[in-house]
């Protein structure tokens, strides 16, 4: 386990419309504190970075299809067996006569990632795709 570090004050200035965006986001986002704000726009830019870099990171795929495509399970599933080794798990979910929802857990180099992810939004009766990047960050 990481020993606590210590909490650390700093100054910054900025124009007031800016803090007000920064505080009705807060706000919106139910977030406790300007800090746990600032902390968590921090650590999206140390992923970011980190998965430009091409660090081993994490991608969540969710996929919304039309389940009577023809041969699109088939395609889905072969993508996934191909790519096996980035595949931590998945979520297959029935949302309606039609529509499927599947969540895939990657883990892997970034360019690889972003392969499978276009390869699976490509295949005709996908209808709607998201990626979440993420990785570790060591602070």
């Not at 980190?50 to 660090?55: A, F, P, S, T, Y």
């Amino acid at each position: 386990m990481k020993k606590e570090e210590k909490t650390v004050r700093f100054t910054v200035s900025l124009e007031e419309s800016l803090l007000n965006h920064i505080d009705d986001r807060c706000s919106s986002k139910s977030y406790s504190s300007r800090s746990e704000f600032i902390r968590d726009l921090v650590r999206k830019e140390a992923i970011d970075e980190k998965w430009d870099q091409g660090e081993e990171s994490f991608g969540v795929l969710t996929i919304i299809y039309d389940h009577h495509q023809r041969e699109l399970n088939d395609k889905m599933i072969e993508l996934q067996h191909s790519n096996l080794l980035n595949i931590i798990c998945n979520l297959h979910v029935h949302l309606n006569h039609h529509d499927c929802l599947e969540t895939i857990i990657l883990k892997g180099k970034p360019q690889d990632i972003e392969k499978l992810t276009n390869e699976m939004a490509a295949l005709k009766g996908v209808k709607h795709h998201t990626l979440a990047k993420t990785t570790t960050i060591d602070f």
